[in-house]
């Protein structure tokens, strides 16, 4: 069973940093995109950044130049730099990854369970 499971959310003050980790757990043959998106309370779900197994990367144009996505294959692992927070950062940031479990041939997205993020001004 796929399992994605994100942490280092928390509290942070207006201009300061956090990074979000998500490891991927369960019998895998191949992770392609990962990404991380969020949910602010009364919004839509959005996507903040996205990275492909040839990692390249695309963000949202909210977070650009602040934020970075990186990956690491042999941990099962994405992560979230942070940079510059501000209070309309406050949300639920979700991981997600697209992945090929070692038992079937397709190819499915997986999602965590959310880690908040609060930004205070």
């Known amino acids: 069973q796929v399992q994605l499971v994100e942490s280092g959310g928390g509290l942070a003050q207006a201009g300061g940093s956090l990074r979000l980790s998500c490891k991927v757990s369960?019998?895998?043959?191949?992770?392609?995109?990962m990404g991380w998106y969020r949910q602010a309370a009364g919004k839509r779900r959005e996507m903040v950044a996205q990275?492909?197994?040839?990692?390249?990367?695309y963000y949202g144009d909210s977070v650009k130049n602040r934020f970075y996505i990186s990956r690491d294959n042999a941990a099962k692992a994405t992560y979230l730099q942070m940079n510059n927070l501000q209070p309309d950062d406050t949300a639920v940031y979700y991981c997600?990854?697209?992945?090929?479990?070692?038992?079937?041939?397709?190819?499915?997205?997986?999602w965590g369970q959310g880690t908040q993020v609060t930004v205070s001004s």
């Open positions: 997600m990854a697209e992945v090929r479990p070692l038992s079937s041939s397709e190819l499915n997205t997986y």
């Open positions: 369960g019998t895998i043959f191949r992770i392609n995109t």
């Open positions: 990275i492909t197994n040839g990692e390249t990367t």
